[in-house]
């Protein structure tokens, strides 16, 4: 089975030693990802846009890996308070209205204290 690693370049993957995605024949596996911005600046302060960011790049590694939103099939979805996932469902819902991934919703404590979200995904490739 092919595989493929696909990188985003942040010094934390080399560091803690995985990928942004994995390709692993045809499904792409992306590393939870959190609204981390350029430069380590401070992400957007509120929890939707904070999900667009995440999906943003997230949309990028899967680009890399031949594939689209369109070919979500699963997400994960972790969030540091329960009152937040009405923000982040309506970024999720605006990426993948169409789409509609199998979704959990876990409330956790995150690496950084600025991040209010990370999303984990997996896509198909057809």
């Known amino acids: 089975m092919e595989r493929r690693l ?16 994995v390709v692993a ?7 939870g990802t959190a609204p981390i911005m350029p430069d380590d600046a401070d992400p957007p302060p509120d929890a939707y846009n904070q999900a667009r960011r995440c999906l943003e790049i997230i949309g ?10 369109e070919h979500v099939v699963r997400t994960r979805i972790f969030v540091t308070r329960a009152d937040l996932i009405d923000d982040v469902g ?34 198909v490739l057809l």
């Open 6 to 21: 696909i990188s985003s370049g942040a010094a934390f993957e080399e560091r803690v030693g995985y990928s942004r995605a």
């Open 60 to 69: 990028r590694a899967l680009d890399e890996a031949g594939a689209g939103l």
């Open 90 to 123: 309506r970024a999720h819902a605006e990426a993948f209205a169409n789409v509609r991934p199998a979704t959990t919703g876990v409330v956790v404590e995150l690496l950084d204290p600025r991040w209010l979200v990370e999303i984990e995904v997996e896509a």
């Open 25 to 31: 024949g045809n499904h792409v596996y992306v590393s």
